[in-house]
């Protein structure tokens, strides 16, 4: 956390930043952003962001970046203007939280899922999922095609699906799908 007045100048810093950021108290309040920022993320990023803070807005946004205590770090940043008693706004009351770690997660998952998809591509195989918690159901990509739908323009559907099935095969899957559910 830190506050930062219309000037640029941080006016206070948490210790959490401090320890991202490598620095002492005494190095970074009463010192201008872009003397601890660098003068190109400043520029690019900080200030603008900034400007939208102090017309009034709340301001969210991801961003990566190296830094001396931390190496480099993924933070989900928001920017909350700081209003005095008559309503002005005199600075901007910033927050950091990161998002490093949960990055990396969605991505490897992301990851994983085009790999799946890949994989069931040049195996001619799909597959269906339903969600109980959620009561959610899908059907991969290759699944669909192998039933002869678009992907996107399909809404997954047990009897939809059923329609696939051989009459003289369904009440056994019915009678296997059912006892799949209860496990």
């Not at 100048?9 to 009463?30: F, P």
């Not at 900034?50 to 989900?76: M, N, S």
């Not at 159901?137 to 669909?144: I, L, M, R, T, V």
Request: hydrophobic content about 30%; glycine content about 6%; aromatic content about 10%.
């Amino acid at each position: 956390v830190s506050i930062i007045d219309r000037d640029f100048v941080y006016q206070l810093v948490n210790d959490s930043y401090l320890r991202v950021h490598g620095r002492k108290r005494e190095e970074i309040e009463g010192r201008k952003v872009p003397e601890i920022v660098g003068q190109d993320l400043f520029a690019e990023s900080v200030k603008p962001n900034l400007d939208r803070c102090f017309a009034g807005e709340t301001v969210h946004f991801e961003t990566c970046l190296g830094t001396l205590g931390a190496g480099r770090r993924c933070y989900a940043v928001t920017y909350y203007p700081y209003r005095e008693r008559d309503e002005s706004i005199s600075g901007a009351v910033v927050t950091a939280t990161d998002i490093t770690e949960a990055k990396e997660m969605r991505e490897e998952i992301a990851s994983s899922a085009r790999r799946l998809s890949e994989a069931q591509r040049l195996a001619k195989v799909g597959s269906f999922e339903k969600d109980y918690v959620h009561g959610t159901k899908s059907w991969s990509e290759e699944f669909c095609r192998i039933l002869g739908y678009e992907p996107d323009q399909i809404d997954p559907d047990f009897n939809l699906f059923m329609h696939h099935i051989h009459p003289d095969d369904e009440p056994g899957f019915k009678e296997n799908f059912e006892a799949a559910q209860t496990r």
